[in-house]
Protein backbone atom coordinates (compact mmCIF):
# COMPACT_ATOMS: atom_id res chain seq x y z
CA UNK A 1 0.00 0.00 0.00
CA UNK A 2 1.52 3.42 -0.84
CA UNK A 3 1.52 6.89 0.92
CA UNK A 4 0.74 5.29 4.25
CA UNK A 5 3.69 6.40 6.16
CA UNK A 6 4.57 9.44 3.40
CA UNK A 7 4.53 13.00 5.01
CA UNK A 8 4.38 15.34 2.19
CA UNK A 9 6.98 18.22 2.07
CA UNK A 10 5.72 21.44 0.58
CA UNK A 11 5.74 25.15 0.08
CA UNK A 12 6.07 27.59 -2.66
CA UNK A 13 8.93 29.11 -5.29
CA UNK A 14 11.87 30.33 -3.60
CA UNK A 15 11.02 29.19 -0.08
CA UNK A 16 13.72 27.52 0.79
CA UNK A 17 12.01 23.46 -0.27
CA UNK A 18 15.57 22.11 -1.42
CA UNK A 19 18.11 23.58 0.95
CA UNK A 20 15.23 21.59 3.99
CA UNK A 21 15.21 18.59 2.06
CA UNK A 22 19.13 18.47 2.27
CA UNK A 23 19.10 19.23 5.55
CA UNK A 24 16.19 16.85 6.34
CA UNK A 25 18.59 14.08 4.69
CA UNK A 26 21.47 15.06 6.61
CA UNK A 27 19.37 14.75 9.79
CA UNK A 28 18.52 11.15 8.83
CA UNK A 29 15.04 11.33 7.37
CA UNK A 30 14.09 9.45 3.84
CA UNK A 31 13.22 11.36 1.14
CA UNK A 32 11.51 10.52 -2.40
CA UNK A 33 12.13 14.01 -4.87
CA UNK A 34 9.31 14.64 -7.00
CA UNK A 35 11.04 17.24 -8.75
CA UNK A 36 14.09 14.73 -10.10
CA UNK A 37 11.30 12.03 -10.51
CA UNK A 38 9.01 14.44 -13.31
CA UNK A 39 12.97 15.96 -14.45
CA UNK A 40 14.15 12.08 -15.16
CA UNK A 41 10.45 11.46 -16.76
CA UNK A 42 10.42 14.79 -19.63
CA UNK A 43 14.19 13.64 -20.20
CA UNK A 44 13.22 10.09 -21.23
CA UNK A 45 10.09 11.65 -23.27
CA UNK A 46 12.09 14.43 -25.20
CA UNK A 47 11.11 12.92 -28.38
CA UNK A 48 7.25 13.82 -27.41
CA UNK A 49 8.42 17.67 -26.16
CA UNK A 50 10.33 17.96 -29.31
CA UNK A 51 7.15 16.59 -31.35
CA UNK A 52 4.40 18.67 -29.32
CA UNK A 53 6.36 22.22 -29.05
CA UNK A 54 9.27 22.43 -31.46
CA UNK A 55 13.44 21.20 -31.92
CA UNK A 56 14.24 24.53 -30.45
CA UNK A 57 13.33 22.68 -27.10
CA UNK A 58 15.31 20.14 -27.24
CA UNK A 59 19.10 19.76 -27.45
CA UNK A 60 20.36 16.31 -28.74
CA UNK A 61 18.45 13.90 -25.65
CA UNK A 62 18.20 17.04 -23.43
CA UNK A 63 15.13 18.99 -22.44
CA UNK A 64 15.47 22.43 -22.44
CA UNK A 65 13.79 23.10 -19.34
CA UNK A 66 13.90 26.49 -18.81
CA UNK A 67 13.00 27.73 -22.53
CA UNK A 68 9.92 25.10 -22.19
CA UNK A 69 9.89 26.55 -18.36
CA UNK A 70 8.95 30.56 -19.59
CA UNK A 71 6.69 28.82 -22.53
CA UNK A 72 4.28 26.63 -20.26
CA UNK A 73 4.09 29.93 -17.59
CA UNK A 74 3.33 31.94 -20.85
CA UNK A 75 0.75 29.48 -22.32
CA UNK A 76 -1.49 27.84 -20.43
CA UNK A 77 -2.79 25.61 -22.86
CA UNK A 78 0.89 23.89 -23.53
CA UNK A 79 0.86 24.13 -19.36
CA UNK A 80 -1.87 21.89 -19.71
CA UNK A 81 -1.30 19.84 -22.50
CA UNK A 82 2.33 19.23 -20.55
CA UNK A 83 0.93 18.46 -17.33
CA UNK A 84 -1.84 16.03 -18.73
CA UNK A 85 0.94 14.19 -20.23
CA UNK A 86 3.81 13.86 -17.48
CA UNK A 87 1.60 13.91 -14.20
CA UNK A 88 0.28 9.97 -14.39
CA UNK A 89 3.98 8.67 -15.35
CA UNK A 90 5.01 10.98 -12.48
CA UNK A 91 2.92 10.03 -9.62
CA UNK A 92 3.16 6.02 -11.28
CA UNK A 93 6.66 6.90 -10.46
CA UNK A 94 5.82 8.34 -6.91
CA UNK A 95 3.57 5.24 -5.91
CA UNK A 96 6.21 2.75 -7.14
CA UNK A 97 9.12 4.51 -4.55
CA UNK A 98 6.43 4.78 -2.16
CA UNK A 99 5.38 1.48 -1.63
CA UNK A 100 9.20 0.21 -1.17
CA UNK A 101 9.16 3.04 1.50
CA UNK A 102 6.42 1.69 3.25
CA UNK A 103 7.42 -1.64 3.84
CA UNK A 104 9.79 -0.02 5.98
CA UNK A 105 7.63 1.14 8.24
CA UNK A 106 8.36 4.17 9.87
CA UNK A 107 7.69 8.02 8.07
CA UNK A 108 9.72 9.62 4.97
CA UNK A 109 9.31 11.99 3.02
CA UNK A 110 7.71 12.80 -0.46
CA UNK A 111 9.23 16.01 -1.68
CA UNK A 112 6.07 17.45 -4.01
CA UNK A 113 5.85 21.34 -4.52
CA UNK A 114 2.34 21.45 -5.74
CA UNK A 115 0.94 18.91 -3.50
CA UNK A 116 -2.03 21.15 -2.00
CA UNK A 117 -2.68 22.43 -5.67
CA UNK A 118 -3.39 19.50 -7.18
CA UNK A 119 -4.25 17.02 -4.65
CA UNK A 120 -3.12 14.19 -6.58
CA UNK A 121 -1.79 12.06 -2.99
CA UNK A 122 -3.50 10.50 -0.42
CA UNK A 123 -1.04 11.97 1.64
CA UNK A 124 -2.60 13.08 5.84
CA UNK A 125 0.20 14.94 6.50
CA UNK A 126 1.81 17.83 5.72
CA UNK A 127 4.95 19.44 6.38
CA UNK A 128 5.15 23.00 4.91
CA UNK A 129 8.82 25.00 4.37
CA UNK A 130 7.41 28.80 4.70
CA UNK A 131 8.84 32.19 4.10
CA UNK A 132 7.15 35.59 3.96
CA UNK A 133 6.04 36.55 0.54
CA UNK A 134 8.42 39.76 0.80
CA UNK A 135 10.96 37.42 1.08
CA UNK A 136 9.72 34.90 -1.43
CA UNK A 137 10.18 37.69 -3.87
CA UNK A 138 13.35 38.89 -3.26
CA UNK A 139 14.52 35.47 -3.19
CA UNK A 140 13.26 34.54 -6.38
CA UNK A 141 14.53 37.47 -8.06
CA UNK A 142 18.12 36.90 -6.62
CA UNK A 143 18.08 33.39 -7.48
CA UNK A 144 16.67 33.73 -11.33
CA UNK A 145 17.38 36.64 -12.40
CA UNK A 146 13.55 37.57 -13.63
CA UNK A 147 12.11 41.21 -12.99
CA UNK A 148 9.66 41.15 -10.32
CA UNK A 149 6.62 40.95 -13.01
CA UNK A 150 7.83 37.66 -13.81
CA UNK A 151 8.95 36.80 -10.44
CA UNK A 152 5.49 37.70 -9.22
CA UNK A 153 3.53 36.13 -12.19
CA UNK A 154 5.53 32.55 -11.18
CA UNK A 155 4.83 32.73 -7.57
CA UNK A 156 1.49 33.49 -8.34
CA UNK A 157 1.26 30.26 -9.98
CA UNK A 158 1.28 28.51 -6.96
CA UNK A 159 -1.43 28.72 -4.11
CA UNK A 160 -0.64 31.72 -1.57
CA UNK A 161 1.90 30.60 1.03
CA UNK A 162 0.36 31.61 3.73
CA UNK A 163 -3.07 29.33 2.50
CA UNK A 164 -0.11 26.21 2.54
CA UNK A 165 1.04 27.05 6.14
CA UNK A 166 -2.17 27.10 7.18
CA UNK A 167 -3.08 23.82 5.47
CA UNK A 168 0.18 22.31 7.03
CA UNK A 169 0.19 19.93 9.51
CA UNK A 170 3.81 21.11 10.63
CA UNK A 171 5.80 24.22 9.26
CA UNK A 172 9.56 24.90 8.69
CA UNK A 173 9.96 28.59 8.94
CA UNK A 174 12.79 29.82 6.78
CA UNK A 175 12.48 33.69 7.50
CA UNK A 176 15.69 33.84 8.81
CA UNK A 177 19.44 32.74 8.35
CA UNK A 178 20.67 29.05 7.64
CA UNK A 179 21.68 28.63 11.65
CA UNK A 180 17.96 29.19 12.34
CA UNK A 181 16.78 26.99 9.48
CA UNK A 182 19.02 23.97 10.62
CA UNK A 183 17.61 24.10 14.22
CA UNK A 184 14.02 24.29 12.82
CA UNK A 185 14.62 21.18 11.01
CA UNK A 186 16.49 19.38 14.10
CA UNK A 187 13.28 20.14 15.43
CA UNK A 188 11.23 18.56 12.65
CA UNK A 189 12.84 15.55 13.18
CA UNK A 190 12.94 15.41 16.99
CA UNK A 191 8.89 15.91 16.45
CA UNK A 192 8.65 12.84 14.37
CA UNK A 193 10.85 10.83 16.18
CA UNK A 194 8.67 11.41 19.43
CA UNK A 195 5.72 10.77 17.03
CA UNK A 196 6.82 7.32 16.23
CA UNK A 197 8.83 4.67 17.74
CA UNK A 198 12.17 3.62 15.68
CA UNK A 199 11.50 0.82 13.43
CA UNK A 200 12.75 -2.76 14.86
CA UNK A 201 15.79 -3.62 12.25
Same mark, same amino acid.
Given at each position: ?? @? +???? *????????????? *??????????????????? !?? $??????????????????????? !??? &??? !?????????????? #? $??????? *???????????????????? =?? @? #?? /????????????? /??? /? &?? &????? +???? #???????????????????????????????? $?????????? #??? /???? $?? =?????
Amino acid at each position: MA @F +KYAI *ALTGGIATGKSTV *ASLLTLNGLRIIDADTIAH !RI $LEENHGWVREQFGDEYVNGTKVN !RPL &LGK !RIFADPEAKKELEA #F $LHPKIRA *AIEAESEKQDRLGYPYLIDI =PL @F #FE /TQSYPIEHSVVVY /TPK /T &LQ &LERFM +KRNG #FSEEESLRRIGSQMDIEEKKARATWVIDNSSN $LRHLQKECEH #FVE /TIKA $LY =PAPKV
